[in-house]
């Protein structure tokens, strides 16, 4: 199956930036989407972006024109830029992994989650 393997968070100040990274490994197929998702203390998990294997990107409005999502098929990683870092940003971010082709279309996968705190 795929695994995901999370890394790049940490503490940061208000108004800085920060970038994650999640590297798959498995058979992920060659056409997916990957992303992230996060979730803060008391709240449930939301979407924060999104990318296809063509490169179609989605954003959740809260972090739309901060945070730019990317991808390097070759290398099956995911990268996350978050910029102008607010506290509400705060949140354990997890990547995910949906294969729509190969063995493991279908079934969606998720990395273990690295910690995001931005102080005020």
């Known amino acids: 199956q795929v695994h995901l393997v999370e890394s790049g968070g940490g503490l940061v100040q208000a108004g800085g930036s920060l970038s994650l990274s999640c590297a798959a490994s498995?058979?992920?197929?060659?056409?997916?989407?990957m992303g992230w998702y996060r979730q803060a203390p008391g709240k449930q998990r939301e979407l924060v972006a999104t990318i296809t294997s063509g490169g179609t990107t989605n954003y959740a409005d809260s972090v739309q024109g901060r945070f730019t999502i990317s991808r390097d098929n070759a290398k099956n990683t995911v990268y996350l830029q978050m910029n102008s870092l607010k506290p509400e940003d705060t949140a354990v971010y997890y990547c995910y992994a949906r294969p729509f082709t190969g063995w493991n279309r279908g079934r969606d996968f998720w990395g273990r989650g690295t910690q995001l705190t931005v102080s005020s």
């Open positions: 498995g058979s992920i197929g060659s056409g997916n989407v």
